[in-house]
């Protein structure tokens, strides 16, 4: 599956659209995911916790194991997801980062 974000992220959306992403993968039962990231992203604190220490081990728990994350190409948004990134341990998901989709989804599909 692949999910695409787009737009000006506040901490409600950001909130949002992850809850979405969440939804999604655990009705389809997914293991593993494309994200490709055009948005531009608030460098928030709170938002990032909020991420790392809640989000992500639900979405660990909901049968997510493997990401390829297309970086967004705005500096900020591309600095606060690769910041993102680093917090996650490899244990919980393996991320791979992407800058072209269809190199992502090849990637992602090779994975068994």
Known sequence: ??????????????????EQILEFISEHKLNKIVLEIYAIVLPNTSMKIWYIED????????????????????????????????????SQIEIRT????????YAIASIK
Not at 57 to 76: D, E, F, K, S, T
């Open 55 to 90: 989000f992500i081990p639900r979405i660990v728990q909901a049968g997510l194991r493997y990401a390829a994350v297309i970086v967004p190409r705005n500096q900020i948004s591309k600095f606060v997801v690769e910041e993102i990134i680093k917090k996650i341990k490899p």
């Open 1 to 18: 599956a692949v999910a695409h974000v787009k737009g000006f992220l506040g901490s409600e959306d950001f909130h949002s659209i992850n």
């Open 98 to 105: 992407f800058t072209n989709v269809s190199i992502a989804k």
